[in-house]
């Protein structure tokens, strides 16, 4: 039996409300990674390490570590160790490749996890996807390929490399929502978050080691790097995306995750001076369109259920 779009719980408007805030907030993680002078990993590193210990400080106050989720805790913890490992692995290649190529062709890149996403939660969690949501999903990718047609066509061999590891960073991304949307709804938000980011900030710590990264960094400005990437994009951005994994199916974020690349692209142009050309200008409008058709299709759905809850025939 196929799961609902909407839980029934699920107020539409603070959903496309917490849609807008993280998007706004993720928007900002590629300028703060590119400013920062630490190794990508190390980066992930303190990234990953500063949003748990938030999340859980968030957690403790509101008293959400309790015994009654001690058991869901354990039962799932090798479940939330593989969305940990997932994790890592998303922001690993993700911030390996914003070093190689473009923020723009990196982020939109890494933003083409939609697709992939909405057919693994079709095979995985069963969730149905309507027609209108599948035209939106559709037509976001399709606004990816367009900003990233200039990048795919040249020669330069490091981008190429940054443009497969964003790619990569897509996989492991569309895996990241499929576990936070199976998984995120059985304990709060807060715990969950605080687990997974412990994960991969440890997972990350793994792959450091062996390369010889020196992860204690002590400059105040790489400091507050970390802690802006932390607060923004992390505790902001994921942690509110893993909050609306549990109302609405994962395609639906993921799609919502497409317009990144417009607030990434335009701090750019302001940060880096890194212009678009018209390919690029157009895929963002396409991709907004993308987006607009599926946020449209949660209202929808939702003012369809309503009616039938008032009126029981139909009519």
């Known amino acids: 039996m196929s799961r609902p779009l909407l839980d029934e719980s699920s107020n539409p408007r603070q959903i496309v409300l917490l849609l807008v805030l993280a998007v706004s907030m993720v928007s900002s993680a590629s300028i703060l990674i590119r400013l920062s002078a630490s190794p990508p990993l190390v980066i992930v590193f303190w990234r990953t390490l500063y949003g748990a210990i938030f999340m859980a400080a968030i957690g403790l106050v509101r008293r959400d570590f309790s015994p009654r989720h001690s058991s869901t805790l354990r039962k799932n913890m090798s479940r939330f160790v593989l969305v940990g490992v997932a994790l890592s692995l998303h922001f690993s290649t993700w911030f390996q490749s914003l070093f190689l190529t473009t923020v723009a062709a990196s982020v939109v890149l890494v933003d083409s996890s939609p697709l992939l996403t909405a057919i693994l939660s079709s095979a995985v969690l069963g969730e149905s996807l309507r027609r209108r949501s599948w035209i939106g999903v559709l037509v976001g990718v399709a606004g990816v390929v367009l900003l990233a047609w200039g990048d795919f ?20 991304l569309a895996l990241y929502f499929i576990g936070g949307r199976r998984y995120a709804r059985e304990i709060p938000i807060t715990v969950y ?55 609405v199916p994962a395609y639906v974020v993921s799609s919502a995750v497409l317009g990144e690349p417009v ?53």
């Open 263 to 315: 607030g990434a692209g335009l701090l750019a142009v302001v940060v880096f001076s890194e212009f678009l050309g018209p390919a690029e200008l157009l895929g963002f409008c396409v991709i907004l369109v993308g987006v607009a058709i599926v946020l449209a299709d949660i209202a929808s759905k939702e003012r369809q259920h309503n009616l039938a809850l008032d009126d029981p025939d139909g009519s």
């Open 153 to 172: 066509g040249g020669t330069d061999l490091d981008a190429l490399l940054g443009d497969v590891l964003a790619l990569a960073g897509a996989f492991f």
């Open 193 to 247: 978050t605080s687990v997974v980011y412990l994960v991969a900030a440890l997972v990350t710590l793994s792959f450091c080691i062996p390369l010889g990264y020196n992860v204690l960094v002590l400059d105040p400005r790489e400091i507050l790097l970390f802690i802006a990437l932390a607060v923004f994009p992390t505790v902001l951005g994921h942690s509110v995306y893993n909050y609306l994994l549990t109302k």
